[in-house]
């Protein structure tokens, strides 16, 4: 195993000395991971492997804010049932598992972060009745063991007083709920700095990965850091990669020698943070649109969350007048209070997502020993399913350190959500992808 060396500058030094290999008490092999990129995925992973008692080097084109991550650029809603129509089952029952990881993982960060499971409220518009009552159908003829209930306008009242002025109907989701996504961003920074001290965690921010190359013992990752308008390159083995880089692993965004994924596509998404005191709604609020999935989310305070659109582009410029016009005009359909709302931030980004829209891990092996895992795609679920896919890789690494695995067991390991995130294991000889299975 590479022992790490982490340097002023914020290099990484590794050495395969004669030193004796970590072990844990069940006799497996702790390794140096690298992870590349630091968005959600790539926070809740760098600390799920420093408490396994890895060595982590954590590779962040951003800085720690994130502000450029699309996590960023999110609302943080857990509503399966709300995404149904638009997703696959896989996904919906992904979000109802991770509804019961959240809470137990939140409990173990010392910074407070939001999370509410009072329910989401579906509403429409008397032109878009005919998609409300299709989507009430929808979840009759294939979610009936989820409860679900129909209000009329003095039940939608008692939910959101304030709702019942421009709606008479509504479809209460009582499963449902959301996530503090800020919040919980700077309290796994937070928690990641106090856990990763003593040479536990080195974070390189604002650092390019220019190269990753399969090696006979382990993966070296090339990079560029730019310190004092300097850039410097360097490079460092390690035993395993963890690429979560989101759309910078596009064909468009990513160097042929950085692994891209042909598949991987950027879908713009682009929201408003509002601030309305003048507006009391408690829970999200889902509108039925021809167009978009959108929704208000209540941050508190007074804090409002308007979005998404969803647009087949990688553009990341700011937001165009079609998308604030129609995201604006709903809100204010929603609740005339709007009208008087400050408009406190409009965020343009891009989500990551394969032609499925589905959510990939693969994993790359190269002479029958994993080299470097790929996990990307998640789109516009990331806050709805991360705590299990987050899951799925811990179980995946942790075969993996077992000394006598190789390929041919890693793929039959029966990991606790292979049902509904399958691993994709591909051969890499000579540069050459060739997929196994």
């Known amino acids: 195993m ?10 990484v030094k590794n050495s395969s000395s004669t030193q004796s290999v970590e072990q844990d008490t069940d006799g497996y092999h702790k390794m140096n991971i690298a992870i590349i990129g630091a968005g959600l995925i790539g926070r809740l992973l760098a600390l799920a492997f420093l408490r396994a008692k890895h060595h982590i080097t954590l590779f962040d084109k951003d800085t720690k804010l994130a502000h450029n991550s699309a996590a960023y650029a999110a609302a943080g809603l857990l509503t399966p049932l709300g995404e149904s129509l638009h997703c696959q089952p896989n996904i919906v029952k992904m979000g109802f598992e991770s509804l019961h990881l959240w809470p137990k993982l939140l409990a173990s960060l010392d910074e407070h972060t939001i999370f509410q499971q009072t329910g989401a409220i579906m509403v429409s518009h008397e032109q878009d009745k005919g998609d409300y009552q299709r989507f009430v159908r929808h979840l009759h003829n294939n979610y009936a063991e989820h409860a679900v209930q129909n209000l009329n306008r003095q039940e939608l009242t008692a939910l959101e007083p304030e709702l019942g002025r421009s709606f008479n109907q ?3 989701l009582p499963q449902e709920g959301q996530i503090g996504n800020r919040r919980l961003l700077i309290a796994l920074r937070k928690q990641l700095e106090q856990e990763g001290g003593n040479n536990k965690l080195n974070w390189l921010s604002e650092c390019l990965v220019t190269a990753i190359k399969h090696g006979e013992h382990s993966t070296q990752v090339s990079y560029t850091l730019t310190r004092n308008s300097t850039q410097q390159s360097h490079h460092a083995p390690f035993d395993l990669v963890i690429d979560c880089r989101g759309t910078g692993a596009t064909l468009k965004n990513a160097k042929q020698a950085c692994a891209p994924l042909a598949d991987l596509r950027s879908v713009r998404g682009e929201l408003f943070q509002l601030f309305a005191p003048a507006v009391n709604i408690s829970r999200p609020i889902r509108l039925m649109h021809p167009r978009y999935q ?8 007074g804090f409002y969350v308007v979005g998404a659109t969803e647009i087949e582009s990688d553009d990341d410029s700011p937001m165009t007048v079609r998308s604030a016009m129609e995201l604006l005009s709903a809100a204010y359909s929603i609740h005339p209070g709007f009208a008087e709302a400050n408009i406190r931030q ?9 032609s499925d829209n589905q959510p990939k891990i693969s994993v790359l092996t190269t002479d029958n020993q994993s080299r ?6 998640l789109f516009r679920h990331g806050f709805l399913i991360s705590p299990v896919v987050v899951q799925q890789v811990l179980a995946l690494v942790a075969a993996i350190e077992q000394p006598t695995s190789d390929t041919s067991d890693l793929t039959n390991t029966e990991l606790p959500y292979s049902e509904l995130l399958p691993v994709d294991f591909i051969a890499v000889k000579n540069n050459q992808m060739k997929e196994v299975i």
């Not at 409009?346 to 394969?354: D, G, K, M, T, Y």
């Not at 470097?372 to 795609?377: A, D, E, K």
């Open 2 to 11: 590479l022992s790490p060396h982490f340097l002023e500058n914020g290099a």
């Open 170 to 172: 509504g479809l209460y």
């Open 294 to 301: 959108l929704y208000i989310a209540p941050k508190g305070k």
């Open 346 to 354: 409009h965020i343009s980004q891009c989500r990551p997502a394969f």
């Open 372 to 377: 470097l895992i790929q996990v990307n795609g």
